[in-house]
């Protein structure tokens, strides 16, 4: 299994906001204008834009280290979190720490009591080594029922019914957060190309590996059957 791109890394820091929050408060004007110069924003919200329930995003900005720079797709501070997009959860978190550890150093906000949660999704575009398509050949008279059913006889040309993505997740309706992880044939390239667009809530590292067990599944199922 190849990655071809990282499409995209949010971390996210939730805690509670009154164990954060300064005790004698903070400028908000400042803060904004000073977390977009400090990140090289080249778009900043308005106070308005940091009080609604979207928070205050920025967009397009650069962390800078002695050793490193990580372009940021965007970052924003909320009530109760602050979110980071980058390419790779590592640099994402690099970021949200460096932020949550600027505002406690210029503006006086706490460590919380309460340790905070961590949030990833990994956004990856991948080629397998083994098609994700085959162990679906089971299902032959299935497809071939979809086909004839869903394609007019008609029709002046057809595109065949296939294999277009898997998908695992949590269910919605209960309590907490809702995992979701998906592999999908990539939105604009064509199929016999073999790319696929997977999205799953954890880390890079993690993200990489699982959709390795998933090429080594359909490898070990092609030698086995």
Same mark, same amino acid.
């Given at each position: 299994?190849?990655?071809?791109?990282?499409?995209?890394?949010?971390?996210?820091?939730?805690?509670?906001?009154?164990?954060?929050?300064?005790?004698?408060?903070?400028?908000?004007?400042?803060?904004?204008?000073?977390?977009?110069?400090?990140?090289?924003?080249?778009?900043?919200?308005?106070?308005?834009?940091?009080?609604?329930?979207?928070?205050?995003?920025?967009?397009?900005?650069?962390?800078?280290?002695?050793?490193?720079?990580?372009?940021?797709?965007?970052?924003?501070?909320?009530?109760?979190?602050?979110?980071?997009?980058?390419?790779?959860?590592?640099?994402?978190?690099?970021?949200?720490?460096?932020?949550?550890?600027?505002?406690?150093?210029?503006?006086?906000?706490?460590?919380?009591?309460?340790?905070?949660?961590?949030?990833?999704?990994?956004?990856?575009?991948?080629?397998?080594?083994?098609?994700?398509?085959?162990?679906?050949?089971?299902?032959?008279?299935?497809?071939?029922?979809?086909?004839?059913?869903?394609?007019?006889?008609?029709?002046?040309?057809?595109?065949?019914?296939?294999?277009?993505?898997?998908?695992?997740?949590?269910?919605?309706? %209960?309590? &907490? @957060?809702?995992? !979701? =992880?998906?592999?999908? *044939?990539?939105?604009?390239?064509?199929?016999?190309?073999?790319?696929?667009?997977?999205?799953?809530?954890?880390?890079?590292?993690?993200?990489?590996? %699982?959709? &390795? @067990?998933?090429? !080594? =599944?359909?490898?070990? *199922?092609?030698?086995?059957?």
């Amino acid at each position: 299994m190849n990655v071809i791109s990282q499409d995209g890394a949010l971390a996210t820091l939730i805690f509670i906001p009154d164990e954060v929050r300064p005790l004698r408060g903070f400028h908000l004007p400042a803060l904004l204008r000073e977390a977009g110069a400090r990140y090289g924003a080249a778009k900043s919200p308005s106070t308005e834009d940091a009080r609604s329930p979207a928070g205050a995003r920025f967009e397009n900005g650069l962390y800078i280290s002695n050793d490193r720079e990580v372009p940021i797709g965007f970052f924003s501070l909320h009530n109760d979190a602050i979110v980071v997009a980058t390419t790779d959860t590592s640099d994402s978190d690099l970021v949200i720490n460096d932020i949550f550890n600027w505002m406690k150093d210029r503006f006086g906000f706490r460590e919380p009591s309460t340790a905070p949660m961590r949030v990833y999704q990994s956004d990856l575009i991948v080629r397998f080594d083994n098609d994700p398509a085959e162990p679906f050949t089971a299902l032959t008279n299935f497809i071939d029922f979809l086909n004839a059913s869903m394609i007019p006889e008609n029709a002046r040309s057809k595109k065949p019914i296939q294999f277009n993505a898997i998908a695992f997740g949590g269910d919605p309706t %209960a309590p &907490g @957060l809702t995992p !979701e =992880f998906t592999v999908a *044939r990539r939105v604009g390239v064509p199929w016999h190309l073999g790319l696929y667009f997977s999205k799953a809530h954890m880390t890079t590292p993690n993200h990489i590996r %699982a959709l &390795g @067990l998933l090429d !080594e =599944f359909l490898g070990m *199922r092609k030698r086995y059957r």
